[in-house]
């Protein structure tokens, strides 16, 4: 049984930074791609950010690039997302999630998703 646990979300102020973690368990974590996406109040769900099986190819969306890194660690089967110079606007749900394959990434390849982590940006 594949599980994702998110940890380490929080209030944050605006400009501060914020580190998300996810450990896997039930998969072969070392063999897949991992994604962060993150759902705001009254909006869908939508990407964050990903990399692949061996964390070599990282994939950002637009609103996070320059200010969000991902990064993963095989041997302990988990997947980080380092949030710096926070804003309002990035205050949502944050999960993560495993691709059904080491090198597809896109939104419609991830099939399994951790109950997700509230991160709140204040002003």
């Known amino acids: 049984q594949v599980q994702l646990v998110e940890s380490g979300g929080g209030s944050v102020q605006a400009g501060g930074s914020l580190r998300l973690s996810c450990a896997a368990s039930g998969l072969t974590f070392s063999s897949l791609a991992m994604g962060w996406f993150r759902q705001a109040p009254g909006k869908d769900r939508e990407f964050v950010a990903a990399n692949r099986w061996d964390g070599v190819n990282t994939y950002y969306a637009d609103s996070g690039k320059g200010r969000f890194t991902i990064s993963r660690d095989n041997a302990k089967n988990t997947v980080a997302l380092q949030r710096n110079r926070v804003k309002p606007e990035d205050t949502a749900v944050y999960y993560c999630?495993?691709?059904?394959?080491?090198?597809?990434?896109?939104?419609?390849?991830?099939?399994?998703w951790g109950p997700g982590t509230q991160v709140t940006v204040s002003s």
């Open positions: 999630a495993a691709s059904r394959s080491g090198t597809s990434y896109g939104p419609s390849d991830f099939g399994s």
